[in-house]
RNA sequence: GGCGGGGUUCCCGAGCGGUCAAAGGGGGCAGACUGUAAAUCUGUUGGCGUCAGCCUACGGUGGUUCGAGCCCACCCCCCGCCA
């Protein structure tokens, strides 16, 4: 069997390593406690935390124990690393709103009782802090040139920088000290960002305890495009379900380049390797299948089998199956799933009043959420973008009829958003 | 605190006082071609409206003008140099 560090290292969670030859004999050897920080920036997680997560997840499996860090504390400082711009400053009350909910999201992946892993905020320890007592204890251990030539800093040298995040460094750094001392963690794991505060927390520790730590940083998931995945103009692609609906989150993997298939299979699924790379390959129509079954098994694991299930045979009914004969090995589970009738569409509800009156298609766009507002739902009907039950309508003041709707009629803008419409 | 340079639509960025909802690029969306992919080409990209009309936008507030992103005053914010 191979051991959780190559495991991770196949899969491609691995970008840098402070000691890449004593954390794989560590992790054979004994349990070890690790921590991964969370922003409470925003009330959910999107598809960009899926990295670390996963890796928690794997981690976790394989016998190690996870603390999931929100950083209630830290994200009242905000932290410049890898961005452009300071961060609009969020109140208390909407981060820790944020850090309950992001916390909450956390618990669906890993288990987070206390025995196997635990979750925390880094507001416990960090709001009671003097700050002079910070300064002489914390403050102390600091190199300000040093910190200057770091990399995370560099690009907010150009553009400035305030002394309040300049300070957020210090405080991760303190997080590490705090969970080595609480809860004997001695590995830190982030994105390929957070690799200065990693390092500045190792250093920390070990002047702080005199005890050897670790810490490992996740590649920047890009798309092949190079661009940060899972950012859309309609917004990110969010791993709660009032987000992002299972269907969206569904068509964003069946629509990922070709490219990026086996890659994304191995980093978010829980295929074997050699099977992901395999899927990964195929060529032309058959590499749909991937597709497929990359949507269903991220579907599976952030949403449940059942959501995952009830989406992969909607979207079958509606655009068919890449591999209807099942001639594409697999071990997903998505082969036991066949022509069932479960339907998962998208759906909107109109009253029986108004149905019979007929709704003009613009307005059945912009309610079914598929156009923002009217104007672009026209736009879109006068350029042949909407179809009613497959059939193309480009005349912008068409009324769908009470006939028509009787029918639950589905609603397409595009080729890939669609909805139902239903008769209450 | 002093001097200088800036704040424009999702992003970058252009913008003679009228013809500016605002050039150009990026991104997005749609169409064609495909494989619900990529590339390419075309169209489109503030809101409302029975489309040739109205409303809201060019950091904020006032002002000058028949008329202001475009001129003036004050304020706020950002950047650079100096303290």
Redesign the pocket.
């Given at each position: 069997m191979t051991g959780i560090y190559e495991e991770l290292r196949q899969r491609g969670f691995l970008y840098q390593c402070t000691d890449e030859d004593e954390l794989p004999r560590l992790l054979e050897r004994e349990p070890v406690t690790f921590y991964v920080g969370f922003d409470p920036t925003a009330s959910s997680l999107h598809v960009g935390s899926l990295v670390p997560i996963l890796a928690m997840v794997h981690m976790q499996r394989a016998g190690h124990r996870p603390i999931a860090v929100t950083g209630g504390g830290t994200a009242l400082v905000g932290d410049p690393s890898g961005k452009t711009e300071m961060r609009q400053m969020l109140t208390r009350e909407k981060i820790r709103e944020n850090a309950r909910s992001i916390s909450a999201q956390l618990a669906f992946f890993l288990d987070l009782d206390g025995e196997k892993g635990l979750a925390v905020d880094n507001i416990e320890w960090l709001e009671g802090l003097g700050y002079i007592d910070f300064l002489r204890e914390i403050g102390r251990h600091f190199s300000v040139n040093r910190m200057l030539a770091m990399e995370s800093y560099k690009q907010r040298l150009?553009?400035?920088l305030s002394f309040l995040e300049f300070n957020y460094m210090c405080l991760q750094a303190y997080d590490f000290v705090v969970l080595c001392k609480e809860h004997n963690c001695v590995l830190q794991m982030g994105g390929q960002d957070q690799w200065g505060n990693i390092v500045a927390g190792l250093d920390l520790v070990r002047r702080e305890t005199g005890r050897q730590a670790y810490g490992l940083t996740f590649p920047l998931l890009t798309d092949s495009?190079g661009a940060k995945l899972g950012k859309?103009?309609a917004g990110a692609i969010w791993l709660s379900e009032e987000g992002t609906s299972h269907f969206d989150f569904y068509?964003f993997w069946?629509?990922v380049?070709?490219t990026d298939v086996g890659r994304f299979l191995k980093l978010f699924s829980f295929l074997p390797v050699e099977e992901c790379e395999r899927l990964g390959k195929l060529e032309?129509?058959a590499?749909?299948r991937a597709?497929e079954i990359l949507a269903y098994e991220l579907l599976k694991v952030v949403r449940g089998d059942k959501a995952a299930a009830d989406t992969y045979l909607a979207?079958a009914q509606q655009?068919g199956s890449a591999d209807p004969e099942g001639h594409i090995e697999t071990s997903s589970s998505i082969t036991a799933l066949t022509a069932a009738q479960v339907d998962n569409t998208p759906t909107l509800t109109v009253s029986a009043t108004e149905a019979a009156a007929g709704i003009r298609l613009t307005d059945l766009l912009v309610r079914g959420g598929l156009c923002?507002?009217?104007?672009?739902a026209k736009?879109?009907v006068k350029?042949?973008?909407a179809r009613v039950n497959e059939e193309q309508i480009t005349d912008i003041g068409a009324i769908i009829s009470a006939e028509v709707l009787a029918l639950t009629p589905i609603i397409k803008?595009?080729?890939?958003?669609l909805f139902r419409v239903e008769i209450d």
């Amino acid at each position: 069997m191979t051991g959780i560090y190559e495991e991770l290292r196949q899969r491609g969670f691995l970008y840098q390593c402070t000691d890449e030859d004593e954390l794989p004999r560590l992790l054979e050897r004994e349990p070890v406690t690790f921590y991964v920080g969370f922003d409470p920036t925003a009330s959910s997680l999107h598809v960009g935390s899926l990295v670390p997560i996963l890796a928690m997840v794997h981690m976790q499996r394989a016998g190690h124990r996870p603390i999931a860090v929100t950083g209630g504390g830290t994200a009242l400082v905000g932290d410049p690393s890898g961005k452009t711009e300071m961060r609009q400053m969020l109140t208390r009350e909407k981060i820790r709103e944020n850090a309950r909910s992001i916390s909450a999201q956390l618990a669906f992946f890993l288990d987070l009782d206390g025995e196997k892993g635990l979750a925390v905020d880094n507001i416990e320890w960090l709001e009671g802090l003097g700050y002079i007592d910070f300064l002489r204890e914390i403050g102390r251990h600091f190199s300000v040139n040093r910190m200057l030539a770091m990399e995370s800093y560099k690009q907010r040298l150009e553009t400035g920088l305030s002394f309040l995040e300049f300070n957020y460094m210090c405080l991760q750094a303190y997080d590490f000290v705090v969970l080595c001392k609480e809860h004997n963690c001695v590995l830190q794991m982030g994105g390929q960002d957070q690799w200065g505060n990693i390092v500045a927390g190792l250093d920390l520790v070990r002047r702080e305890t005199g005890r050897q730590a670790y810490g490992l940083t996740f590649p920047l998931l890009t798309d092949s495009s190079g661009a940060k995945l899972g950012k859309t103009v309609a917004g990110a692609i969010w791993l709660s379900e009032e987000g992002t609906s299972h269907f969206d989150f569904y068509q964003f993997w069946r629509n990922v380049d070709d490219t990026d298939v086996g890659r994304f299979l191995k980093l978010f699924s829980f295929l074997p390797v050699e099977e992901c790379e395999r899927l990964g390959k195929l060529e032309a129509p058959a590499i749909n299948r991937a597709k497929e079954i990359l949507a269903y098994e991220l579907l599976k694991v952030v949403r449940g089998d059942k959501a995952a299930a009830d989406t992969y045979l909607a979207v079958a009914q509606q655009y068919g199956s890449a591999d209807p004969e099942g001639h594409i090995e697999t071990s997903s589970s998505i082969t036991a799933l066949t022509a069932a009738q479960v339907d998962n569409t998208p759906t909107l509800t109109v009253s029986a009043t108004e149905a019979a009156a007929g709704i003009r298609l613009t307005d059945l766009l912009v309610r079914g959420g598929l156009c923002p507002s009217n104007g672009e739902a026209k736009r879109m009907v006068k350029q042949g973008g909407a179809r009613v039950n497959e059939e193309q309508i480009t005349d912008i003041g068409a009324i769908i009829s009470a006939e028509v709707l009787a029918l639950t009629p589905i609603i397409k803008a595009g080729k890939r958003r669609l909805f139902r419409v239903e008769i209450d």
